[in-house]
C-alpha cells in the first residue's frame, strides 16, 4: 500500500482559496497512490482561533467540494485533514473529511478531545462523541485528529472497531515535537497498527509547527519522517503485517481492563 502524507505550510499570506486550489492541485499529483492525507485545520490554522469562526464551512462546503473533486481526479482515498465545520443547528466542530476515490464522503469525524485548556478549540469548538473507522481494501483506518493523539483510550476503541491504521491529522507545535514523534509510536506499539501522522508545516498564529510528519508500523519502527518544511512524505507499507504482529506477539487477547463494545 502506497500512502502520501501531505505536511502542508500553512502560510498566512496565502489566502484561504488559493491554498484550497494549491492543496486540490497537489493532492491530484499523488495519483497512483492508494491515500493521500492532509493535516488539521490546514485552511485556518490550528492555533487561528480568531479566524475559526469567520473560516468556518459547512460540512458540504467549499473544501468539501474541492477535495471530494480532487479525490475522484487523482483515484485515491483521501483523508482532507480538517475543517472547521459549522453546524446550522449547533456549535462549530473540527471535522475530518475521508473521500473514496470516486470522490464520495466514506466519513465525518468530529474531534473529540479539544485542545486548550479552557481557552481555544476547547471552547470555541463542540466535542464530538463518535469513533469513525473506514473500511479501504487494504486495511481499516481509524480515524483521530491532533491531540487526540495524548488519549489511548481513544485508539483501544478503534482498534476494538477493527482499525488496523491509524490516520492522525495534526496541527503539532514544534515545541512539543518530541512528544509528537513518542506518542506516534506509542500508539503504534500498544495497538500493534500502523499509524500515519500527518502534521503542518511553517508558522501561524505566531505559534511554529512541528512538521516532522511520520509513518510507524506495529512494532514502532518508523518506516519515514519528514523534516520541518512543507513537504510531500510518501511511503510504501504491506498492512498485512498488522495480523503477522498481532498473531506473533498477541499481547492485544491478555487485556484486562477498559474492554468496552465497539462503536462503528
Known amino acids: 500500500m502506497r500512502a502520501s502524507l501531505l505536511q502542508i505550510d500553512v502560510n498566512e499570506g496565502e489566502s484561504v482559496e488559493s491554498r484550497r486550489l494549491r492543496i486540490a492541485s497537489l493532492v491530484r499529483e499523488q ?7 492532509l493535516p488539521e485545520l490546514w485552511t485556518t490554522g490550528a492555533f487561528a482561533y480568531e ?16 477535495m471530494a ?9 483521501l ?8 453546524d446550522p443547528d449547533g456549535p462549530l466542530y473540527n471535522t475530518s473529511l475521508v473521500f473514496s476515490p470516486s470522490g464520495d464522503l466514506a466519513a465525518a469525524y468530529r474531534k473529540i478531545h479539544r485542545f486548550g485548556f479552557d481557552k481555544g478549540e476547547a471552547v470555541l469548538m463542540g ?7 473506514v473500511r479501504l481494501p487494504e486495511t481499516t483506518l481509524g480515524v483521530a485528529t491532533c491531540y487526540d493523539l495524548r488519549f489511548p483510550e481513544l485508539f483501544r476503541g478503534l482498534v476494538d472497531a477493527g482499525a488496523e491504521t491509524l490516520v492522525v491529522p495534526a496541527g503539532w507545535p514544534e515545541r512539543r515535537r518530541g512528544h509528537w514523534t513518542l506518542l506516534a509510536q506509542a500508539r503504534a506499539v500498544e495497538n500493534q497498527a500502523f499509524v500515519l501522522a500527518c502534521g503542518t508545516a511553517g508558522t501561524h498564529a505566531g505559534v511554529p509547527q512541528a512538521g516532522h510528519s511520520i509513518v510507524v508500523d506495529p512494532w514502532g519502527e518508523v518506516l519515514a519522517q519528514a523534516g520541518a518544511g512543507e513537504q510531500v512524505l510518501t511511503v510504501e507499507f504491506d498492512p498485512g503485517k498488522v495480523a503477522v504482529t498481532r498473531d506473533q506477539f498477541p499481547a492485544l487477547k491478555d487485556r484486562m481492563l477498559g474492554l468496552t463494545a465497539p462503536r462503528r
Do not use: Q
Open 51 to 66: 479566524d475559526f469562526g469567520s473560516g468556518a464551512e459547512p460540512l458540504e462546503g467549499p473544501t468539501y467540494e474541492a
Open 69 to 77: 473533486k480532487a479525490a475522484s481526479d487523482a483515484g485515491v482515498w
Open 31 to 37: 495519483a497512483g497512490a492508494d491515500l493521500v492525507v
Open 79 to 86: 483523508h482532507a485533514g480538517s475543517i472547521p465545520e459549522r
Open 127 to 133: 466535542a464530538g462523541d463518535e469513533l469513525v473507522t
